[in-house]
């Protein structure tokens, strides 16, 4: 039964524990930083993006996927927990050969670094987000924040143990103590997970009717990863460091700002696929009752991020005095990325989730060409530009697809994943 009350808790729990993330973050930052001094830091990042692009297809889904069928028949627990497991350990060891593969041919770090980073993010890490996705599928987001935290604070005890080892190639200690947290936060999670919802059932009966809608998952994240990253990237190399600084400042301001939506969302997800089994309008259904709440905040955050931008310069210092123009082009974001989330959550809960990574990586596509364009000569305003067109083209095809399903016989019953 839908309760305002557990989603506002949940919600809550959410909110919260991205808080607390990000402060442990920043500190963990800072350190590893200052420890690894520029060249170290450089090799490790490289190493950590280049993981990065491969990342949404470690699990190939199968978290999304444990999702949706448990919040349909919570008795599939066992089956679809134990094939998470499975389907996100056998593509981490695939996509870890990869990642050595591409960093022998375009990466000047030592390969054992790409190594422990892609064991720590594409198994771990990934295990870790599995686990956490189990107790949303449930509701409880409580648990969820706190694998989120502790992902965070293992990070940062490693960073501290590494302030405290003297000596040695501290780049390579790094690499070996963020391994080590990774993995176990990842047991923790897991067992956590088995001892509270059930043992894992080593079951892959009927995983290749599910293989394709796992793709669709994964490379939906993928093509949010372009669009939502791909923009700093291309700054750098089109523009300049300075002007990437500028843009990057404003942008993890408003990324801040949407926080309060994005843990709506997550409290929510379990629930959209409920509501899916009656097709789209189910799920706009649960959208219109959610979303006036969502637009109100959002509304708000621009109007405020748009008028605290000032502080900026105060906050990071004089050099960042032109982050108040970046902030302020971006202040309408999060009221443009809650519309495109609702409608996006919408078409995923009702099982048209393949539509939803068409029209993501179309937007993707579109991000990228217009930043080739735009950045050379408009510098991170450019940028912005295409960030704002970005937002209304996914919210104008999202809501066409939606239009059409409903006008379709299709809006009634939920929809084929692989259409």
């Not at 923009?231 to 460091?241: E, F, I, N, Q, V």
């Not at 605290?308 to 123009?325: I, N, Q, T, Y």
Request: glycine letters at 8%; aromatic letters at 12%.
């Amino acid at each position: 039964m839908f309760s305002f009350g557990a989603l506002a808790r949940n919600t809550l729990w959410m909110i919260l524990g991205q808080g607390v993330r990000l402060l442990v973050q920043f500190a963990y930052f800072v350190l590893i930083a200052r420890l690894l001094h520029r060249e170290g830091y450089g090799a490790f990042s490289g190493a950590v993006a280049l993981v990065a692009v491969l990342s949404p297809f470690a699990g190939w889904g199968s978290g999304n996927l444990l999702v949706k069928n448990v919040a349909r028949d919570p008795a599939s627990f066992p089956r679809y927990w134990g094939r998470a497991l499975m389907v996100t350990t056998l593509s981490a060891g695939l996509l870890t050969l990869l990642a050595l593969a591409l960093a022998w041919l375009i990466l000047p770090v030592p390969l054992m670094l790409v190594l422990w980073v892609a064991i720590s993010d594409l198994l771990f890490t990934r295990l870790l987000d599995t686990a956490a996705l189990a107790f949303q599928a449930v509701h409880k987001l409580l648990k969820t924040a706190l694998l989120s935290v502790l992902f965070s604070l293992v990070k940062l005890a490693g960073a501290m143990l590494l302030l405290w080892l003297d000596g040695g190639d501290r780049l390579m200690t790094w690499s070996l103590l963020y391994l080590a947290g990774s993995a176990l936060a990842a047991v923790i999670g897991c067992a956590w997970v088995s001892l509270e919802l059930g043992l894992p059932r080593w079951d892959m009966a009927g995983w290749r009717r599910e293989f394709g809608e796992g793709f669709y998952f994964a490379s939906s994240f993928s093509a949010q990863r372009i669009y939502m990253d791909s923009d700093k990237a291309l700054l750098t190399r089109l523009g300049s460091l300075e002007a990437a600084g500028i843009y990057t400042a404003g942008a993890r301001i408003v990324e801040v700002a949407f926080i309060p939506v994005y843990s709506l969302l997550a409290a929510a997800y379990a629930r959209f696929f409920t509501s899916g089994q009656q097709g789209v309008r189910g799920t706009l259904a649960l959208s219109r009752r959610l979303l006036p709440y969502a637009l109100a905040y959002s509304a708000c955050a621009g109007i405020g991020l748009y008028l605290a931008a000032p502080l900026l310069p105060w906050l990071l210092g004089d050099e960042f005095a032109e982050s108040v123009g970046a902030v302020r082009w971006l202040a309408a974001v999060p009221l443009l990325m809650t519309l495109h989330r609702f409608a996006a959550d919408s078409l995923t809960g009702a099982g048209w989730q393949a539509r939803r990574t068409h029209i993501e990586f179309a937007a993707a596509a579109l991000n990228v060409a217009l930043n080739l364009a735009l950045v050379p000569y408009w510098s991170w305003r450019g940028t912005a530009w295409v960030t704002l067109a970005t937002e209304v083209l996914l919210i104008v095809a999202l809501g066409l697809a939606l239009r059409g399903i409903v006008r379709s016989a299709h809006g009634d019953r939920a929809g084929d994943a692989r259409a």
